[in-house]
């Protein structure tokens, strides 16, 4: 299967920088054309996509720094085609879309646009890119949870032919435009991705006619070696040994009262490891599952570049290939949460990837202390809300808010931000209100239950209200309002998430943390609570300036600052009483 | 030309760089050029010394000095160095942590230790963000809830307890209506009369509420120290008997007044690098050729910007950020990256062979400074090569040591990789050197420009050792080097027009537009003209010399960024579809693709008021006599090229080269501050100000 030419012998390291930096721009040109260019705001304003070059292997040659969500999970979309190609064989001129979960898609709205790369009339390679588009004709607007198999997601594309030799597939297109709710929106972003994997073959070529194929793959090669040398060296680093941890979803979106388990277990021996999801949860019988291939491995993946390559801490950034995959297994039995059996539906399941990167960290945290934060958000809120204008059309909008971080072990853990697999922009407030009917009341730090106390305190998470002006539907995805992030070494535990609506007369009701196509009336307000991080370290050992700055900024109460941190603080006079201080701090120490 | 600097009085362009203050006279006499030392703890000390040194130099009375051009980084050494002032905030109830939540996007992916710069270094601290009630209703911008004024009288009273001197107002959808912010004002100024104070919609009346507020806590931020500085140097100049008017470079490579700048120091937060594109520009000029890519390479980076057809172009408002905060002000466009002649070269754990973006700065510095640095640096691959003379730096003033840059070179580099000192030392300039070509890349193919039809300009003491080695790697036409590379950014300051712009949020679909919405948008047209107006009046300019220029920056109705279209100076129906037909041309251009159908949406109109200033004339130098240009030749010694072979290199005085003078690679051409490599197989042209052409022979 093996088309690629031999690898000449080993380029040498200045040519292969040379290389590496071409790569890297022709992938940051490609995620570049794909969000400008686009017209959703989960494309343009979250920049929820990710775009690249592979060899015919199918291997990551280079990829845009977009969101970490899409970084990694191209390949398994392109062997998923490779089994489904319309035609049975690619042609210069051909355009694929692709987003089936059972062939290898990350979930159904992330259609991936693919180009074939030929040089001479050869088949070299591909451009590809995913975005996540608003709405794909699914059992509810924009986002699913409670339904019953993958036919509800909406369109399923398998390998699906949008151009072929260079002439549009008219049919498809139509059907395209014939359903979705937002179709408009979904044609002019298709259209976004097909310019963006054109510009990308276009520059792979040029590279090739530059440098010549054989180095070119060479040097990609080596490049994916060094990737996997880095993460090796890391991972030799750690102890070998088993290390676990657990925790508990709130509930699948339809069964309430029944918790689901995530029970992680990372084998570390030499320099791999595995990471096995052997006791979590079965499947669920609604939407609340995670593909493997393009979602489970992924952020397994991404946990470990997190931990072994953090680029806040290490001088030299690895390249965003295949090669620091290869010394990490991802196990889940067939037929559990992470790994679902068809035709299962597997579209919800961000908060789950998320959970399963918290609980590395919290199983590695006693070999890694210095390494590890304590538990974050390690959630998401992904909220669709929608409706029908006057003229009958739908509008559908798509909303991710942000989380917050653990304390670390040499600062505050960031506070209402996304978290570990999100990384995506929030839509201007105000641009929200001049288009959409619907208008923000509240945006601002929570102020209603505190963060983990610690030496390092955790994140703050993010209050956000949102007020419909017309009725219509929303669907929330979120998490963890029963299961509140760690503390660790000293450091106390943060707060669960929270989701309130509040109907036009006041009265207010908690909401579950997931619901599926609510009705909403006019001037309902659906207000939303992240989970706040858990703190790093004793409180105690927290500076009390520090803990006043707190104080003064409104990150913790008077009373907090006494009795968790054991800090006098005078709001009069904006000082700490320093005795005062170290008595209440021995006092508290005593009755430990 | 005498007669004509005779006739105008003599100017005088300061540019203070991190180490060096460059400074250039025009005067009755000619041009001079003259260097001091920063003062970083007050540029203006080193100012005024460099302003009375290059005065004395010519023997000029400094109080015939009509005009200084000044180019700062001091409001943006305060972004960097976190030293501004602390501000109070007034915002709308709701929204207070709009500044520290920002777009919630981390500035990296794959990290748990990464910094969150407006989170950790806030430009206002939330204890001093205080929100009060108040609403602007959208769309429409009518007074849904009316200003809690006691409220802002209650904030004032803490920030006086808190003595704090400089208020931030940013209100939600002040963009729409903006009697909110102007009454918050009005009762802070009652308050704090000494008060600086920002409103979102005076600094950026434009929608996106980060942005805006980003931008207005900025200024206030910065404004109090800058202001203090742009007066005191106005004082110290007026204390040292000169009179000149005093103009500022700001970001968008035009100048403006110390009043305007000391209100809105948001506008020259890249006053430092906008001098030296303005610079480059005006060589192209002088050498006849409008397409042309500027490559300032300093100590730590390279500032990089292209210019087609003498049009300096202004980035997205959408790019604009300045130490992690969005800063909505007009800057050139141009891409900073960390590679200059203090980029240090190492091995990295896993055997990648990497340069920069880690600097040696000036302490320790390049191994070859003998100052304890040990790793090599860019510079010491030059001298390992022989492109560097150690004993010719700054004219012989700076020793380098030869040895020290060898043994790093071959200590850090050549052993780890198992290959000569000379193939290490050319790996670091091939690294560098691409690392540069593809942020030029960026700068020009990924939006649309073809460098074959652009010619490299390589400044900065630096730049024109890697100008070549540039036009090569990007396939440019040619290489220009300025008649003084290491001080093209100081002659830039004599180059630039008086520039003021406004901003206002119009939001429309143009092509539904009927003849109400033209009208509203001819009305808000007319009011940001009038402002413009007002402040080139200010300035003195007759009005037969004023240029006020219109730009609808517009989008696809649905998009989130918006292009630059160009605006008539009054819409009519009839020729709006002549807006829709440039804006769709600018989509087609910077993406390489456009939705004739979709509608076209007018978010902001802008008015940008230019006044031209006088030109610096360079003068011409003398022609040749046919004369053998070996009449500049100094010595020859062994150099390094690219490809790898060693030969014996003629060096050149340039001062001592004439018009029409041609010399064939390979070549080293020498001036005090600057040094060109002319590698084999390349011709270098003196042209008539001095400047030279470099090209490939047979091209």
């Known amino acids: 299967m093996n088309k690629i030419a031999k690898p000449a012998a080993e380029v040498d390291p200045i040519t292969l920088q040379v290389i590496r930096g071409a790569f890297e721009t022709i992938a940051e040109e490609m995620g570049h054309v794909l969000y400008r260019m686009s017209f959703s705001s989960i494309i343009r304003e979250s920049q929820d996509l990710g775009a690249g070059l592979f060899d015919l292997n199918f291997n990551t040659l280079c990829e845009s720094e977009s969101t970490p969500m899409h970084i990694g999970s191209i390949p398994a979309y392109l062997r998923g085609i490779a089994e489904t190609l319309e035609d049975g064989e690619w042609r210069e001129g051909d355009v694929v879309v692709h987003n089936h979960p059972y062939y290898g898609s990350s979930h159904t709205p992330d259609l991936a646009i693919v180009v074939p790369v030929f040089l001479q009339g050869r088949l070299i ?246 390494t590890v934060i304590a538990g974050s958000s390690a959630s998401i809120s992904f909220a669709a809300y929608s409706g029908v204008r006057p003229s009958g059309d739908y509008w559908v909008f798509l909303e991710v808010n942000e989380g917050a971080y653990g304390g670390r072990p040499r600062s505050d853990g960031p506070d209402s931000i996304d978290n570990l697999m999100a990384n995506t922009r929030n839509n201007p407030l105000e641009d929200l209100a001049m288009h959409l009917p619907m208008i923000c009341d509240r945006y601002e730090l929570r102020d209603d239950m505190p963060a983990g106390a610690g030496e390092f305190r955790g994140g703050i998470g993010v209050v956000k209200a949102q007020r419909m002006l017309q009725p219509g539907f929303i669907t929330h995805e979120s998490e963890r309002h029963t299961d509140a992030p760690w503390g660790i070494f000293g450091g106390t535990e943060g707060s669960v998430g929270r989701c309130t609506i509040r109907a036009a007369d006041g009265t207010e009701r908690e909401m579950p943390s997931k619901f599926s196509g609510l009705a909403v009336g006019e001037g309902e307000v659906m207000t939303y609570y992240s989970p706040n991080g858990g703190g790093y370290g004793d409180p105690l050992n927290r500076p009390a300036l520090k803990v006043l700055d707190d104080v003064l900024d409104g990150f913790c109460s008077v009373e907090r600052a006494r009795e968790v941190y054991g800090v006098i603080v005078d709001t009069e006079s904006e000082t700490v009483d320093m005795l005062a201080t170290e008595q209440a701090r021995d006092r508290i120490r005593a009755a430990r | ?418 290959i000569s000192v000379t193939e290490a030392a050319l790996g670091i300039i091939r690294i560098i050197n691409n690392n540069m070509a593809l942020a030029i890349r960026s700068n020009s193919v990924a939006r649309g420009v073809d460098p074959r039809d652009f010619s490299i300009m390589p400044f900065g003491g630096a730049g024109p050792l890697h100008g070549v080695a540039l036009a090569e790697a990007v396939h440019a036409r040619d290489v220009i080097v300025p008649v003084a590379p290491g001080i093209t950014a100081a002659v830039g300051l004599l180059k630039s027009d008086l520039r003021y712009e406004h901003t206002d949020a119009v939001i429309r679909e143009l092509t539904r537009a009927d003849a109400g919405a033209v009208a509203q948008i001819n009305a808000q047209a007319a009011a940001l003209r009038d402002k413009v107006q007002a402040e080139l009046d200010a300035d003195g300019i007759d009005r037969a010399a004023q240029k006020i220029e219109l730009v609808a920056e517009c989008r696809y109705a649905g998009q989130g960024f918006e292009l630059r279209a160009e605006m008539p100076e009054l819409l009519t129906l009839e020729n709006k579809a002549g807006v829709v037909a440039s804006f769709h041309e600018r989509h087609h251009l910077d993406y390489g693709y456009s939705y004739p159908e979709a509608e076209v949406e007018l978010i902001t109109l802008r008015a940008i008021g230019s006044a031209e200033a006088r030109r610096m004339e360079a003068a011409r130098i003398q022609t040749t006599d046919g004369s053998s240009p070996d009449r500049a030749l100094m010595f020859s010694r062994r150099t390094t090229f690219d490809d790898g072979r060693t030969l014996q290199t003629p060096r050149y005085d340039r001062r001592r080269l004439f018009a029409g003078d041609r010399i064939e690679g390979p070549a080293i051409l020498v001036q005090h501050d600057s040094t060109t490599l002319v590698p084999p197989g390349y011709l270098a042209e003196v042209l008539e100000h001095g400047n030279t052409r470099i090209r490939a022979i047979g091209a």
Request: net charge negative.
């Open chain 1, 125 to 370: 390679g591909f451009a590809g890119n995913t975005a996540h588009h608003v709405d794909i004709g699914a059992a509810t607007p924009g986002l699913i949870i409670d339904v019953p198999d993958v036919f509800a997601e909406g369109m399923l594309f398998a390998g699906t032919k949008l151009y072929r030799g260079g002439e549009p597939n008219g049919a498809i297109w139509n059907y395209i435009r014939r359903n979705s709710r937002a179709a408009q929106q979904l044609i002019a972003d298709i259209e976004a991705q097909v310019a963006s994997a054109r510009l990308g073959a276009r520059r792979f070529v040029e590279l090739i006619e530059r440098y010549g194929e054989e180095t070119v793959f060479a040097a990609a090669n080596q490049l994916m070696n060094y990737a996997e040398r880095m993460m090796r060296q890391k991972i030799e680093a750690i102890p070998d040994g088993d290390y676990t941890a657990e925790g508990w979803l709130d509930d699948d979106g339809r069964n309430r009262e029944q918790r689901l388990k995530v029970k992680v277990t990372v084998r570390v021996r030499g320099d791999g490891l595995e990471v096995d999801l052997t006791g979590s949860a079965d499947q669920t019988p609604t939407a609340y599952n995670v593909p493997f291939e393009g979602s489970t491995k992924v952020a397994a993946y991404a946990a470990f570049r997190k931990l072994l390559l953090d680029t806040a801490t290490s001088e030299s950034r690895v390249p965003s290939n295949e090669g620091s995959f290869r010394p990490i297994t991802v196990t889940a039995p067939l037929g559990s949460i992470y790994n679902p059996r068809f035709p299962a539906s597997a579209e919800a399941r961000f908060t789950q990837c998320n959970r399963m990167i918290d609980l590395i960290i919290r199983a590695l945290a006693p070999v890694m202390p210095e």
């Open chain 2, 1 to 418: 030309m005498a007669t004509e600097a005779t006739r105008h009085g003599a100017r005088i362009g300061v540019d203070v760089g991190g180490t060096n203050t460059d400074l250039v006279l025009e005067c009755a006499s000619g041009i001079y050029y003259h260097k001091v030392p920063t003062t970083l703890k007050n540029q203006s000390i080193g100012v005024v010394d460099g302003v009375l040194a290059i005065c004395a130099q010519a023997s000029l009375d400094p109080a015939e000095v009509e005009t200084i051009v000044h180019g700062t980084t001091t409001a943006t050494n305060i972004t960097i160095e976190h030293n501004g002032s602390d501000c109070g905030m007034l915002t709308t109830e709701g929204f207070r942590d709009i500044l520290h939540i920002g777009r919630h996007k981390r500035p990296t992916n794959f990290s748990l230790h990464f910094d969150v710069p407006w989170q950790s270094q806030p430009l206002v601290r939330r204890r001093n963000r205080i929100a009060v009630r108040e609403r602007i209703a959208a769309p429409g911008g009518e007074v849904a809830v009316p200003l809690d004024e006691a409220a802002v009288r209650a904030a004032c009273a803490l920030f006086r307890k808190r003595e704090l001197n400089s208020v931030v107002i940013g209100f939600m959808f002040s963009f729409l209506n903006d009697t909110h912010e102007q009454r918050a004002k009005e009762i802070v100024l009652e308050e704090m009369p000494e008060a600086y104070v920002t409103l979102s919609s005076e600094v950026a009346k434009v929608i996106r509420e980060y942005e805006r507020f980003s931008t207005a806590a900025m200024n206030s931020y910065v404004g109090p120290k800058t202001a203090f500085y742009l007066r005191d140097l106005e004082a110290r100049l007026r204390g040292a008997g000169i009179r000149s008017k005093l103009r500022i470079m700001q970001s968008n490579g035009g100048i403006s007044t110390v009043d305007a700048c000391a209100r809105r120091p948001i506008h020259i937060l890249m006053s430092g690098p906008a001098g030296g594109v303005i610079g480059g520009a005006a060589e192209a000029v002088m050498a006849g050729t409008p397409n042309i890519i500027t490559v300032d390479i300093g100590g730590t980076s390279a500032d990089i910007s292209t210019i087609p057809g003498g049009a300096v172009k202004v980035m997205n408002a959408r790019d604009t950020f300045v130490s992690g905060h969005p800063v909505l002000a007009p800057m050139i466009d141009l891409v900073t990256i960390g590679a200059g002649g203090g980029s240090v070269a190492f091995i990295d754990e896993a055997g990648g062979f990497q340069v920069g973006p880690r600097s040696a700065g000036s302490e320790p510095g390049p191994a070859c400074y003998g100052r304890g640095g040990v790793e090599p640096t860019v510079t010491d691959a030059q001298i390992v090569l022989g492109r560097l003379d150690p004993d010719m730096a700054l004219g012989g003033s700076l020793q380098l040591d030869a040895e020290l840059s060898r043994i790093a070179v071959d200590e850090m580099i050549a052993k780890p990789l198992g």
